[in-house]
């Protein structure tokens, strides 16, 4: 049998060559093209024009590509105990100028800055560490880099065991956009209680957003999902409503790239009108959020930055010729923030938060510190 794109590691970092190598993402699911990146520039690019694409696949990314801006920086000195501070502080002026760079590429996906914030916290642990080497700093920042990946893993595995507590077999679930293994690194988010149901007999039926205009949903998740063996139908956006009115819809899982403290999440664009439909329909909406995507220092999801991306995605792209008049005037933010109060309950790797969001999410993290992740690194 042939390889399956599940067989392909979202993410991999190529040590010995310098390089991150990644899916093409823009490509599928008519090509599956590995391309090895090497350069700030590249990394950059690849994050902007969704090669490389969803949450927690972003947040892996850079921190491999921060630890690989910093491997390749050259020293003022050799490296040796004696030149540590000096060439510390040259290293620490790269991988801040580098981790503003990265950080510009895409603003809504919180994962980007949370990542190339610890990667910055563990290389700055070093500051005062008279008697090292750069060498240790490097090789630790790279551990810290594989930890966020088999981290990612974990995660995922975990928000899949407290998703299937939420449905039943033969049941039909709805999804947006890709939050899928290839916005992660196994399972994804919302696919994570598919793929684990999947394993057990659970016979969900599976409904795919499109995700206009970048047709996330149709391009990543259902190719995913198919491929796996899942019973997977596509449809487009705004037929969702009518699909949940038949009845065929039991839960609504999607994934998110911020949520406030107040339980807002954005999300890509129409996510919240399928939690108003759902709403409607008393259909169960679930937002599937790694705790590295929930942003507690914003009180709620209108200070949530969101991309606005150019109008060419939604007027050419994807079409044999254009199909808007030109010049017409172009709204296209690529993200929508759902409100709180139209989410049944945010499922992360520490249980599932429910309404009042500020509280549950507040235990959440209480967890969280009572009880870290512990994985082995991974590259
Ligand atoms: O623009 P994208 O493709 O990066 O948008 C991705 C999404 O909106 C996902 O739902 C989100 O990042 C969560 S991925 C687990």
Redesign the pocket.
């Known amino acids: 049998m042939g390889k399956s794109i599940l067989d392909y590691e979202t993410v991999e970092l190529r040590d010995e060559e310098n390089a991150i190598r990644i899916i093409d993402q823009t490509l599928l699911p008519g090509e599956t093209k590995l391309i090895d990146l090497k350069t700030g520039k590249e990394f950059w690019n690849a994050i902007y024009l ?1 090669q490389v ?6 947040g892996v990314f850079a921190g491999f590509a921060l630890y690989l801006l910093v491997k390749e920086a050259p020293l003022p000195l050799p490296d040796t105990k004696e030149n540590y501070s000096e060439n510390f502080n040259v290293l620490k002026a790269v991988l801040q100028e580098q981790k503003e760079y990265l950080n510009s590429s ?1 603003p809504t ?1 919180v994962n980007l800055s949370w990542a190339l914030e610890r990667m910055e916290g563990k290389f700055l642990s070093f500051e005062s560490e008279e008697g090292r080497t750069i060498a240790d700093v490097r090789s630790s920042l790279k551990t810290e880099a594989m930890t966020i990946k088999a981290e990612d893993i974990e995660v995922s595995t975990r928000i899949g065991e407290y998703g299937l507590t939420l449905v039943k077999k033969g049941d039909g679930l709805l999804t ?5 293994q290839l ?2 690194i196994k399972y ?3 696919t994570a209680p598919m793929y684990l149901g999947f394993q057990r007999g659970y016979d969900f039926r599976i409904y795919c957003d499109e995700t206009r205009p ?1 047709l ?1 949903g149709a391009r ?1 998740t259902a190719y995913e999902l198919a491929s796996a063996g899942m019973d997977v139908t596509l449809e487009c956006d705004n037929m969702s409503a009518s699909l949940m009115k038949t009845g065929a819809v039991n839960a609504v899982f ?4 911020r949520v406030a403290a107040n339980g807002d999440a954005a ?2 664009i129409g ?1 919240s009108l399928l939690a108003l439909a759902a709403q409607h329909y008393h259909v169960p909406f679930y937002v ?1 959020a ?1 705790t590295s ?1 929930i942003d507690r220092n914003l009180k709620s999801g209108s200070e949530i930055p969101i ?1 606005q991306r150019k109008p060419e995605e939604v007027t050419e792209m994807w079409y044999a010729k254009r199909m808007a008049p030109e010049g017409i005037r172009v709204y296209n933010p ?2 929508d923030v759902t409100d709180h109060d139209l989410i049944t309950g945010i499922v992360t790797e520490y249980g599932i938060a429910r309404a009042p969001y500020t509280a549950s999410l507040g235990e959440i993290f209480a967890r969280r510190e009572a009880n870290p992740l512990c994985v082995t690194p991974r590259a």
């Open positions: 969704l694409r969803g949450a927690p696949a972003i895409r996906a947006h956009c890709n939050a899928g916005a992660t994804g988010t919302a970048l996330q990543l999607v994934g998110c790239d999300n890509k996510t599937c790694p995507t991309e690529a993200f």
